[in-house]
C-alpha cells in the first residue's frame, strides 16, 4: 500500500502533534508534583522555624546532616567569637527575614565551641546606609569579647555562585554568595562545620548587626507554569482538528 505526499505530511503532522501534546501534559502534570512537593518542603520548614531549639549536634554527627533534612532546624548553642576577620556578603534582601526589605550585607564571623571545633554564625544583617568598612570593622568587632555567648539560630547550608555571580572581593571581604566554606579558606579561619548558624539571638545592644526570626517563603508558582503547559496542549489539539476539517475533501 503506497501512500501519496499528501497523506504522508498528514501522517507526519499527526504524529508530531500527538508528541507535542504528549510533553505539554508531562509538563503539566510534572509541575503539578513539584507544587506537592514544594507544598511538602514549605509544611516542614515552617515546622522547623517554630519548633522549640534543640542543642547543636555534636560534631561527630555533622557529616550526616543534610539541606532536605535539617535546613532552617533551630538549635541552641554557646560559642565564643574568635579574634579572626569577618565577611559581609551583599543581598538585595531575603527572602525568610520580614524585617529586612532593602539591600545590605550579612555579617559572618567565626566563632568557638568549648569543645574546640569551629562554627561559622550569620551574625545578623547591616543596613546599606552602614557599608563604610571601617564602621563595619568597630560596630562588628564589638561582638568579639573573647567571653562565651549563648547563641540561638537556625542550621543553614553554603550557597553554590550562579555563572553570573559576582566574584569576591578580597580586599574588602565582601561576597555575593553565603559560601562561608569559600570564606574560611579565603581568611584564615581553619576547618569549620559544613553549615552554619542564622543567628536569631540574642541582638546586641545598637542592633547591628541585625539577627533575628526566620519566616521561609518559598516561591510556589508551579500551578500557573501547569495550567500554561495544559493550556497549550488543548491549543495545538484545536489548532490540529481546525487544520485537520479544513483538510476534508469538499461534498459533491
Known amino acids: 500500500m503506497t501512500f501519496t505526499r499528501s497523506q504522508t505530511s498528514s501522517r507526519g503532522f499527526a504524529a508530531f502533534t500527538v508528541l507535542m501534546v504528549a510533553l505539554f501534559i508531562g509538563l503539566g502534570v510534572w509541575q503539578l508534583q513539584r507544587r ?11 515546622d522547623r522555624v517554630a519548633a522549640a531549639p534543640v542543642p547543636l549536634p555534636p560534631q561527630s554527627e555533622w557529616r550526616t546532616l543534610t539541606p532536605e533534612r535539617d535546613e532552617f532546624r533551630r538549635v541552641g548553642l ?11 556578603v551583599y543581598s538585595a534582601g531575603s527572602a525568610v527575614r520580614e524585617d529586612v526589605s532593602g539591600p545590605g550585607t550579612w555579617a559572618f564571623l567565626p566563632a568557638r565551641l568549648a569543645s574546640g571545633e569551629t562554627i561559622v554564625i550569620d551574625a545578623g544583617f547591616v543596613a546599606n546606609t552602614m557599608q563604610e568598612r571601617s564602621i563595619q ?14 547563641l540561638t539560630g537556625y542550621l543553614r547550608f553554603p550557597e553554590s555562585a550562579g555563572l553570573l555571580t ?28 559544613p553549615f552554619y548558624i542564622d543567628l536569631e539571638t540574642p541582638v546586641p545592644d545598637n542592633g547591628i548587626p541585625k539577627p533575628g526570626p526566620l519566616s521561609p517563603h518559598l516561591r510556589d508558582e508551579h500551578m500557573q507554569y501547569a495550567i500554561t503547559w495544559f493550556s497549550l ?6 489548532a490540529f482538528a481546525v487544520w485537520a476539517r479544513g483538510r476534508r475533501p469538499a461534498k459533491q
Open 36 to 46: 506537592a512537593a514544594k507544598h511538602a518542603l514549605i509544611d516542614a520548614l515552617t
Open 78 to 88: 554557646t560559642a565564643t567569637y574568635a579574634r579572626l576577620p569577618d565577611a559581609m
Open 137 to 150: 570593622d568597630r560596630q562588628i568587632g564589638k561582638l568579639v569579647t573573647g567571653e562565651p555567648v549563648t
Open 166 to 193: 559576582a566574584a569576591e572581593n578580597r580586599d574588602k571581604r565582601l561576597w555575593f554568595t553565603r559560601d562561608h566554606l569559600a570564606m574560611a579558606k579565603a581568611l584564615g579561619w581553619g576547618e569549620v562545620a
Open 233 to 238: 496542549a488543548a491549543a495545538l489539539l484545536v
